[in-house]
């Protein structure tokens, strides 16, 4: 996805509220898997457990460049509703390095992400409305920001 000529993309924001505003487009807590711009690729339905029940999720995905590098937006939807965004940058991924590069640097790489996520709030984080905003790590040391909107259950 490229930004319209005439206004190039400076960088993504969260806003207070949880809205992610890039490249013209705006998702928040409201937007509905339907009404999401043609940049991002939708997944296949996958029914998935929580809180012990069986819940229709999708994911979607997208690459927009900013002024930063290629960010990387993975959504979660369930019943159709945003519950959870999660944002990876190149720039920050390490993904040129060596496996043990790799797995040596997750604190580093976790230090870079919450000074970029700093960078892209319009508040401080303990002023954050929207639902849960932050960094984290998965169990292969993958780092990324995540954002659950209040629609989420079993994260807030």
Request: hydrophobic share 35%; glycine share 8%; aromatic share 8%.
């Amino acid at each position: 996805l490229r930004p319209p000529p005439d206004a190039a993309m400076k960088s993504l924001a969260i806003s207070v509220d949880g809205d992610i505003r890039a490249a013209g487009f705006s998702i928040g807590g409201e937007t509905r898997l339907s009404q999401l711009p043609d940049c991002f690729v939708i997944g296949e339905q996958t029914p998935c457990s929580v809180l012990g029940e069986r819940v229709p999720t999708q994911f979607a995905v997208a690459r927009v460049e900013s002024a930063e590098g290629t960010v990387n937006l993975q959504l979660r939807f369930e019943h159709g509703v945003l519950v959870s965004s999660f944002i990876t940058v190149d720039d920050i991924d390490g993904r040129h390095e060596t496996a043990d590069e790799f797995y040596r640097s997750a604190g580093k790489r976790e230090h870079r992400y919450r000074q970029w996520l700093k960078r892209h709030i319009e508040f401080e984080l303990d002023q954050f409305k929207g639902g849960r905003l932050g960094v984290a790590r998965d169990k292969s040391e993958n780092v990324f920001a995540y954002l659950h909107t209040r629609n989420n259950r079993w994260a807030n």
